[in-house]
């Protein structure tokens, strides 16, 4: 299994879509995808890729593994 690495934003919302999230949606600050009554924040396009912590955090929000982010 390849290692977890930082991805782009676009890349980000690809998998999130992946996973039946509905968005991205405006929200003050940052930008969310909905999926039932969870809400995902992802970082706002700065041209820069989602860096690891900001992306483990992310993956823990979405209750799944490492491995089956990377599957998606």
Known sequence: MPALHPI????????LKAL???????GGAHQY????????FIPNPHG???????LKQII???KISKDKFLQL
Do not use: A, T, W
Not at 8 to 15: A, T, V, Y
């Open 8 to 15: 782009n934003r676009r890349e980000l919302i690809r998998k």
């Open 20 to 26: 039946k999230f509905q968005g991205p949606y405006s």
């Open 33 to 40: 995808f909905e999926r039932g009554n969870e809400k995902i």
């Open 48 to 54: 820069k890729d989602v860096g690891m912590p900001l």
């Open 60 to 62: 823990k929000q979405l």
